[in-house]
Structure formats: structure tokens, C-alpha cells
């Protein structure tokens, strides 16, 4: 061994033990470039002077082939770049257009040519469509492509959309309509990572992405679906990187507005929802300037995103009950339709503004450091709809970022990270909340009042770094080795209120809301029957008397990664273990339980093989363990006034009461209370934080220069989730907090991807997907009914719930009670089944084509076999549609298309100033399949809930210098 490479080892060594000691992990933001220079007969050429340059990196860089004739450029911002190799007695070599991607690594191979005067040789870069440096699956967006893609809402989750396999955005499985999170791998819209410049934006209570980035402040937006890169920790599903635009050399900006109106729109078809939209407009405007303070020493970028939408309903069709599902008392016909309600018009409002900026400062070629940050104010107000549910809400958002990147010379490079986010949120009804809902049962409908309000801040706080080293072996190939260590603590203040309080009918704690559940009388053939005066007879069922919801918890933790890429010859190994600590705490600062490092611990391996050495034939493999923290809505009921606090009471009196009579309090029977004092939680000291184990075999081949496929198959498996169960006690029951045995996910996928470029004229990606994506729980919140946002939580929901009789008269009424919901001793109950956002067979396609007169088209096609949906029987505790008759996933909707474009024609002004038109066609061929059902087994079961969107035209115009 060479003593230069014992003295590298040695200092390396030296920064592992010194870096350990401080409370540093960070996600990749950059990319990296390495390489070899040989001379005319392959043999390694020490001492050449590569430099490298580029628009987005802040005055140049340089190195000097090692003994074995490699470089390395680490901490590369995403873009392309010119290389130059310069060496006394050979010609100089200049390579262009060297492309760098987010977390990928560019391998290059140069040969210099002696040379008798100086000369300099100019190459264009063949960049590979293939990356050979890891399994992360990755589909990366950059700025001119999200750019001209057909985009409805310029939002992130607008776009992720395209990605191969991703589900859960053409139909949101919560709401049942469009527009929903991205669902990957069989995650849920609760199992992603998001990233904003290297640290998570994750939300406290849901790991949504609470605080939304600017589009158009998006340099690049890459989707992980298989993060097996141990740095991409606590999530089940992907990760959604952002790495935001900085200034440069150059001054630059532009401003933009998009518009869309019903007049734009075809006409909708009916559906089986509240109210349907006749009237809207959308307003879109965003602005942006960047450029430098002190050249190549600190640069800025400032965007601003302002957007009005607002719909305007004339109401759904009334809500109407057919004759045919009518009798009269007497079991006559009753004749006629009967009219619920005639809707009435409204409208809904909102007003979002968003503000980011960011500073890059220059300290020296190997130093920088970047602060950044973003404001939003959104507010929003619902007229639409039943005027009893009719709401409004406010949010208030930021999150401010500083990250600090060095170069260690043969050490290696060190990224610091430091992030705070906040969102603070209130939504609530127009009625006063003195006044109960309602709800009918039979045909699930709500009125009265909304059943809630809501008030929420959510913040974190990251601490974040990650350093690589690099050193080479005689033997054992070349290593690139990452080390990382991460703090982290987010927190909510929740209130969840109730409405009713007025309506109040027993003197006790439970005095703070109210819900009464009536049916309609029914015949055993379920033909709701009317009384004389024309009306359906009315019965109550049930009342709950409810306590508001308080909740301020916090969650805090840290962890680590270790991983070492090592490459030898034709071979890429990773390496890695990821293990993380995490601490729940009460609304009194007191610790609930706690994870350690070995609860957390995630092994990953995933082994490269570039079978001829020509980057064009590449195999894959990656198995790894994946494990996510709890959000803080898993410790609400481990609070002192936190939960779901009720007592439930059975009706005694008469049909078609009076409002005296039912509130009467001799007409109501306690039947059931569920609160911190008689059903306490508990939970299993053994307990262990949700995961999954995950499988990758895949397939490279770039076939030509400009064309590449993949196949990829990803199989993904959850077991023992986390789940209250109910069970019963020597005072009754109570509810416990365990890994439940038939709570589980399973996933498979299989992705053919086609990708590639035709000279300049057009480029393309296209995929089809087949899955299978079951499960028990889809991985996020669950509504009981699609226009109902009670339901079931990802980790505290209702599933698990059937309490397993000890014999006794208590035992047997409560196994009564609960029948349908799950629970240990009755196994699944038809829950496990198709997950509503699975989709078996799925093709995507994005085109863009670049045709003559600075015109470009962007296409966008997806195609889906159907969306699955069930059956929902009403569950008599919670008085919700909660039991899966006939199994999950028992049915499914047609299959459909959606086919969007965009199309640009851009005029130029002067110099380096032009003016863009633009227009977007969605959904091009109109098809209005439905996307989602009504579930409930009602008279309205199997009806259309939701459509896909008509066509729709967007206009919009571009100024850009």
C-alpha cells in the first residue's frame, strides 16, 4: 500500500470518528461526476488538470488525476457542464454537455492524444440513459419539462402523476373525485418522503406535504418509487425530492398566467355527489427573477405564485328517492318520486399566495452555503352544497432551509442541513355550533350542521448532514462511503371541536357536542315507507354525546446510516444499514413509549452488474427494510382530554318525534361510552414501529445511443401493523395499541419502461404496469363514505375493533356491537381485499415534440383497467359504513383513459427576451368514465360518485428573458 493511501486512510478514519460526535443525515440534492483518463494505449494518465465549469455552479473547479488516473467532482448541481483535460505534451480535450443528475453518479472515460504544438479537441458528451450507480428507482423531472407538460394544478402531486406505478392522483382514494396524493409501492398517501432541498417537509399529523413549493421555483422533481439508499429512511411508499432553482452569472426571470373557465369546459355528466360544478374560473399567476448580487459569490432567485379559483354550483340534481324504492304504510305503492332536498347555488372561493426565496453564498470553490425560505396564506370559503355543511378554513404556512456543502479534498465532502416548517390551519363550519347533524342512515345523508371543526399547527424541526468519502484498494475495488446522523422533532396542536353542544339533553362532561342518527322505516324488501302526510316515517336510532378533542403532542427522534458503494470491475455493490430512534409524548411532556435503534433497524443491499462493461447492459437487485415513525395523531388517545370522547345512547321513544321528544332525556338509554376514563388505552411494551421488506430485480438495456428500456419488478410485503384493538377487561373493555397479526399490505408490481429521444424532434416515455396491491388498511386515512370525512386513521381506526365475547352478558352484547369491524378471535372480517387506489394494468405515456416555428407539443396519456370499490353495511357503534359484506375490492369500475396536451408557440423579442402563448387541452376526448362509487348500502349503492373531469381548454401566456 502506498503511504499517501495509508495517510488518506488514516485522516478519513479520523473524520468518521469526529463526524459521529456531532448531530449530523441529509437527502441528496446534487449529483457527482467521476472519471479516467488514459493515454492512446489504455494505460491510467496521472497528473492531468481536469476543470470543470458550468452555469449553475458558482466560478469553476478543478482536480488532478490520481496514480490510477481518476477524479472525482462531488456536491454537482443538477445540469450540464464542459470538462477540460489538460496535460503538457498531450491535447487538450474539452468535453461538453457532461450531464449531472439529483443523486446520480456520471462516469466518464477520456483519452488524451499526445501532440507535437498545443491543440485543443472539442467533444460533445454522450451522455448514458442507463444509470449504473444505483437501485433507486428514480423518475426525474427537470425544470423545462414540468415546464411544458400539461399540468391542471401546477402542483407537485399534479405531476407525479406520470411516474410509472404511481396510483392515488386520478383518483383520490379518500375523497373518491380527482386530485388526491400519490400512492407508491402500495404505501398510501401516508407512506411517502418528501424533500425540500434536502430535509423532509412532512406534515406532523398526516406526512402529507403540508406546505406546497412554488412550481415554477422547481429546478428538478425526482420520484424514488424504491428508495433502497439507506440516507431514505421513515417512509413504506417513495420519495418525492425537490431541489429548488438558484440564481446564477446571468439575470433571468419570467411571468406567466393561465386561465380556465366553464365556458372552457364541455358539459359535466351527472353524478351522486352533493353538488355538481356549472361555473368556475382559474386564475393563475406566478413571477420570478434571478440572477447574481456578486458574481460567482452570492446569487438570489425570487418566485411568487398567486392563484383565485373559484366554482359556482347550481346544485347536484335534487336529492331524490325513486318510486320504485317508496311504499306507503298500508304496502301500497306510493307513486311518485319524493324530493330530500333541492340544492341550492354557491360557491367556493379561495385565495392562495405563495412567496419563495433563496441566497447562495460562495465562501471559497469548495464551500457554499444556501438559505432559502417559503410563506403561504390561503384561504377559502365553501357556499356549495347543503347549506348546513357549508365551511370555510385558513391556512398560514412557511419553512425556511439552510444548507451548508464542502469539498475535503481527498477526504471527501460534508453536507449540513438545518430546516423549520410550520402550517397552522382552522376549518369549521357557517352554523352555529350550538346546533347538532343529523344524520339518516338509510340513505346516508347529513344535515343540520357540519359534525366538527377543526384547529391545527403543525411544525418540525430537522438537523441534518451526510458525509462521503472516497478511497481505493488493490483488491477490493474502489469505495465511496456515506455516513450520516439526523435529528428531528415535529409536533402538533390539534383541537378537534364538535358542533351540538346547544342541543346537549344529560347533565354531565360529555357536554360539549352532539350527533343524532335516525333511519327511515323500511320493509323487509328495504322500500322505505311514508306516512300519511307524504313523508318517510322517521326513527331515531342512536344519539352520541361528545367531549372536544385537545391534543398537543410531539414526536421526537434521530438516526444514522452507514453505507458503502464499492465497485470492482463489472460490479456495483451497495452496502447499508439505516436505524432511527423515535420518542412519542403525551399532551403533559410525558414520554408514551419510546423506539430505540434496534426497533429501527433497516438493512439494505443491492448488487449492480454492467454485463459487457459498456454502461448499456445493466442487471439489478435490491432487497431492503424499510420502517416509518408514528405521526403524532397516534398519541391523541393517550392524552388527557384527546380521542374520540363519547357516550352513545339508544332511542326508546316513538317514531316521528317532536323536537321535544327527542330531546327528552327518559326517551334515550346509555348504551356505550368510549373515553380516557372507562376505555382506557393501552399498549404493548413490545411494540414496533410499522415496515415492510422490499424486493427489486431489474433489467437495463440501452439499445441505441438515443433508446433505452427497463423492466422492473418490485415486490413489497407489510405484516404485523400497527392497530387499537379492542379487548376485553375485568371493568369491561378497552382498547390496546399492538402489532395486529391481520393488519397487512402486500404489493406486487411489474414495469416496462420504454424511453428515448429522436434527434431533436421528439423524446418520450412510456411504461405499462401491472399490480397487485392488497391490503387490510390502504395506508392512510379512511373515509367511512366518500362525502363523509369520518372514518378510520392509518394507525388508530376502527379496524381491529370486534371484541372477542369472554362468555358473559357484557362479553356477548359488545361481540354484538362490534360485529364487522375485525379484531383478534373473528380475523380480518372481509378487509383485507383490493385496495381502493390499486390499479391491475396501467399505461403511460409523455411525448414532447419539438416541432418547426418554436412550436412544442407535450402530450400526456394514461390508461387504467379500473378503479376497486365494495360494498359498505352501516356498523351500529360508530355509526358509519364500516363493514365489508362482501370483502374489499369486490367490484370495479370501468376502464378509462385520460389523453392531455399542451401546446406552445413561442415569439422572439430581443436578444434574449421572448413571449410564450400557451394552450392546454385535459382530457381530450371527454371521457367521463366514473372513477369512483357509492359504497354505503343504501338506495343509492352502486350509483356514479365521481367522474373523471370533461375536457377542459386552459389558456396561458409566457414572458421569459
Known amino acids: 500500500m502506498h503511504k499517501r ?46 476543470l470543470i465549469r458550468g452555469d449553475r455552479m458558482q466560478g469553476e473547479r478543478s482536480e488532478v488525476t490520481s496514480n490510477e488516473g481518476t477524479y472525482r467532482f462531488p456536491l454537482v448541481p443538477r445540469g450540464k457542464y464542459d470538462l477540460t483535460f489538460t496535460m503538457a505534451g498531450f491535447k487538450t480535450v474539452t468535453l461538453t454537455g457532461v450531464a449531472v443528475n439529483i443523486g446520480a453518479k456520471s462516469n466518464l472515460k477520456t483519452k488524451l492524444v499526445p501532440a507535437s504544438v498545443k491543440e485543443t479537441i472539442t467533444v460533445t458528451a454522450e451522455n448514458p440513459l442507463v444509470d449504473s450507480s444505483t437501485t433507486d428507482s428514480r423518475f426525474e423531472l427537470d425544470a423545462d419539462t414540468l415546464e411544458q407538460i400539461p399540468t391542471l394544478s401546477r402542483s407537485i402531486e399534479d405531476v407525479v402523476k406520470l411516474t410509472p406505478g404511481v396510483t392515488g392522483v386520478r383518483m383520490n382514494s379518500v375523497t373518491g373525485g380527482e386530485g388526491g396524493l400519490p400512492n407508491i409501492r402500495g404505501g398510501g398517501q401516508e407512506g411517502n418522503q418528501y424533500v425540500i432541498d434536502g430535509l423532509s417537509s412532512r406534515g406532523s399529523m398526516g406526512f402529507d406535504n403540508v406546505v406546497p413549493q412554488n412550481f415554477d421555483s422547481i429546478d428538478s422533481l425526482e420520484i424514488i418509487s424504491d428508495p433502497f439508499s439507506p440516507e431514505y429512511g421513515k417512509a413504506m411508499g417513495g420519495a418525492i425530492n425537490v431541489v429548488t432553482k438558484s440564481g446564477g452569472n446571468e439575470f433571468f426571470g419570467e411571468a406567466g398566467y393561465q386561465y380556465r373557465d366553464d365556458s372552457l369546459e364541455a ?35 425570487l418566485s411568487y405564485n398567486k392563484d383565485e379559483p373559484t366554482n359556482e354550483s347550481a346544485g347536484a340534481p335534487p336529492r331524490i328517492i325513486s ?30 399566495d405563495q412567496l419563495f426565496y433563496k441566497f447562495t453564498y460562495n465562501i471559497n470553490p469548495n464551500h457554499n452555503i444556501a438559505f432559502s425560505g417559503t410563506n403561504i396564506d390561503r384561504d377559502m370559503v365553501n357556499t356549495t352544497g347543503h347549506e348546513d355543511l357549508w365551511s ?110 346547544g342541543e346537549d339533553i344529560f347533565d354531565d362532561t360529555f357536554n360539549e357536542g352532539v350527533r343524532f342518527v335516525f333511519d327511515y ?37 434521530n438516526g444514522f446510516f452507514i453505507q458503502d458503494r464499492v465497485t470492482l470491475n463489472n460490479w456495483t455493490v451497495m452496502l447499508g444499514v439505516r436505524a432511527d430512534k423515535s420518542t412519542i409524548y403525551d399532551d403533559t411532556g410525558k414520554q408514551i413509549w419510546s423506539w430505540d435503534y434496534s426497533n429501527f433497524f433497516s438493512p439494505r443491499v443491492s448488487v449492480i452488474y454492467d454485463i459487457f462493461d459498456d454502461e448499456k447492459h445493466i442487471v439489478k437487485a435490491a432487497y431492503g427494510i424499510f420502517k416509518d415513525t408514528a405521526t403524532t395523531r397516534i398519541a391523541e388517545f393517550f392524552n388527557r382530554n384527546g380521542g374520540n370522547a363519547y357516550r352513545e345512547y339508544n332511542w326508546l321513544g316513538g317514531e316521528n318525534p317532536s323536537e321535544a321528544e327527542l ?53 413489497v410485503k407489510s405484516r404485523d401493523l400497527i392497530e387499537d384493538i379492542g379487548v376485553m377487561t375485568d371493568d369491561g373493555y378497552a382498547f390496546y395499541l399492538a402489532n395486529y397479526e391481520d393488519k397487512k399490505r402486500d404489493f406486487e408490481s411489474l414495469d416496462l419502461i420504454f424511453s428515448g429521444r429522436v434527434k431533436n424532434f421528439f423524446d418520450y ?45 357484557l362479553g356477548d352484547y359488545l361481540d354484538f356491537l362490534t360485529d364487522g369491524l375485525g379484531g383478534r378471535g373473528h380475523g380480518d372480517e372481509g378487509w383485507y381485499g383490493k385496495l381502493s387506489d390499486s390499479v391491475d394494468h396501467a399505461v403511460n405515456f409523455v411525448g414532447n415534440f419539438n416541432l418547426p416555428w418554436d412550436i412544442k407539443v407535450a402530450t ?38 385520460w389523453l392531455d396536451l399542451s401546446a406552445t408557440k413561442s415569439l422572439k423579442i430581443k436578444d434574449r427576451h421572448e413571449i410564450t402563448f400557451r394552450l392546454d387541452v385535459f382530457n381530450v376526448t371527454d371521457q367521463q368514465e366514473a372513477i369512483s362509487m357509492v359504497e354505503e348500502n343504501t338506495v343509492d349503492f352502486n350509483k356514479i360518485y365521481a367522474r373523471q373531469n370533461p375536457q377542459a381548454l386552459q389558456l396561458g401566456i409566457h414572458y421569459k428573458f
Open 521 to 557: 322505516a323500511t320493509t323487509e324488501d328495504g322500500q322505505i315507507v311514508m306516512d300519511a302526510n307524504g313523508q318517510p316515517i322517521l326513527i331515531p336510532s342512536s344519539m352520541k354525546e361528545k367531549r372536544n378533542s385537545y391534543n398537543n403532542n410531539k414526536v421526537k427522534g
Open 663 to 715: 330531546h327528552n332525556p327518559d326517551n334515550w338509554e346509555l348504551i356505550h361510552e368510549q373515553s380516557s376514563e372507562s376505555t382506557p388505552m393501552d399498549f404493548d411494551p413490545d411494540i414496533e414501529p410499522n415496515e415492510n421488506k422490499r424486493y427489486l430485480l431489474e433489467y437495463n438495456y440501452q439499445y441505441s445511443p438515443k433508446h433505452a428500456f427497463t423492466t422492473r419488478y418490485t415486490n
Open 267 to 301: 358539459d359535466r355528466e351527472p353524478v351522486q355527489a352533493s353538488n355538481t360544478t356549472t361555473g368556475f374560473d382559474r386564475n393563475k399567476l406566478w413571477a420570478n427573477v434571478g440572477g447574481y448580487i456578486i458574481k460567482d459569490k452570492l446569487w438570489f432567485f
Open 860 to 897: 400526456a396519456l394514461q390508461w387504467i383497467d379500473g378503479y376497486f370499490y365494495t360494498k359498505k353495511d352501516f356498523q351500529a357503534i360508530y355509526q358509519g359504513f364500516f363493514v365489508f359484506t362482501e370483502g374489499r375490492g369486490s367490484r370495479k369500475t370501468p376502464s378509462t383513459y
Open 5 to 50: 493511501q495509508f495517510y488518506k486512510k488514516t485522516i478519513y478514519a479520523f473524520c468518521l470518528l469526529l463526524f459521529f460526535s456531532i448531530p449530523t443525515l441529509a437527502q441528496t440534492t446534487t449529483g457527482e461526476i467521476t472519471g479516467v483518463v488514459t493515454d492512446g494505449n489504455d494505460n491510467p494518465l496521472p497528473g492531468v488538470v481536469v
Open 392 to 501: 370555510s378554513s385558513k391556512t398560514e404556512g412557511s419553512r425556511y432551509r439552510l444548507n451548508y456543502n464542502a469539498i475535503l479534498g481527498d477526504i471527501g465532502s460534508l453536507e449540513v442541513k438545518y430546516g423549520v416548517q410550520k402550517n397552522d390551519y382552522t376549518s369549521g363550519g357557517y352554523k352555529d355550533k350550538s346546533i347538532a347533524q343529523r344524520l339518516i342512515s338509510t340513505i346516508a345523508w347529513n344535515y343540520g350542521n357540519r359534525s366538527r371543526y377543526d384547529e391545527q399547527v403543525e411544525e418540525r424541526e430537522d438537523l441534518a448532514a451526510k458525509f462521503v468519502g472516497f478511497f481505493d484498494t488493490d483488491s477490493l475495488g474502489s469505495h465511496e462511503v456515506s455516513i450520516g446522523f439526523e435529528v428531528e422533532e415535529f409536533k402538533t396542536d390539534w383541537t378537534m371541536g364538535n358542533t351540538g353542544y
Open 323 to 352: 318510486a320504485s324504492d317508496l311504499v306507503n304504510a298500508d304496502g301500497s305503492p306510493y307513486g311518485s318520486d319524493y324530493t330530500v332536498y333541492n340544492f341550492l347555488d354557491g360557491t367556493r372561493e379561495t385565495t392562495n
Open 765 to 809: 416515455t412510456f411504461s405499462y404496469t401491472w399490480t397487485d396491491s392488497k391490503g387490510t388498511n390502504p395506508g392512510n386515512f379512511e373515509n367511512e363514505t366518500l362525502n363523509n370525512p369520518g372514518g378510520s386513521g392509518n394507525y388508530v381506526g376502527v379496524f381491529g375493533d370486534h371484541i372477542h365475547s369472554d362468555g358473559s352478558d
